[in-house]
């Protein structure tokens, strides 16, 4: 069984940093690309970043360029998305997306991040 769980969420001020994971299991992760994808409150899903299957290429929103880094351990399983200098605006949920694993997407269930003062 496929799944994907995020940790590393919770209240933060503006200007600071969090750190998320998301756990793989169930499936090859060093085999598939993955992403990370946000849904602020009120509003649709964003797409935030996405990296290949070795880490060697990754891509970024402009909304989060510069301020966000997302990595990943294979070894470990383990997807991770590095947030500094946050905003009010990056407050959403984030989920982990496994991307064409066994002809599909796999979500994980979310962990919220709320940037206020």
């Known amino acids: 069984e496929v799944q994907l769980v995020e940790s590393g969420g919770g209240l933060v001020q503006p200007g600071g940093s969090l750190r998320l994971s998301c756990a793989a299991s169930?499936?090859?992760?060093?085999?598939?690309?993955m992403s990370w994808v946000r849904q602020a409150p009120g509003k649709g899903l964003e797409w935030v970043s996405a990296?290949?299957?070795?880490?060697?290429?990754?891509s970024y929103a402009d909304s989060v360029k510069g301020r966000f880094t997302i990595s990943r351990d294979n070894a470990k399983n383990t997807l991770y998305l590095q947030m500094n200098s946050l905003k009010p605006e990056d407050t959403a949920v984030y989920y982990c997306?496994?991307?064409?694993?066994?002809?599909?997407?796999?979500w994980g269930q979310g962990t919220q991040v709320t940037v206020s003062s």
């Open positions: 169930g499936f090859t992760f060093s085999s598939y690309a």
């Open positions: 990296i290949n299957s070795g880490g060697g290429s990754t």
């Open positions: 997306k496994g991307i064409g694993i066994r002809g599909r997407d796999y």
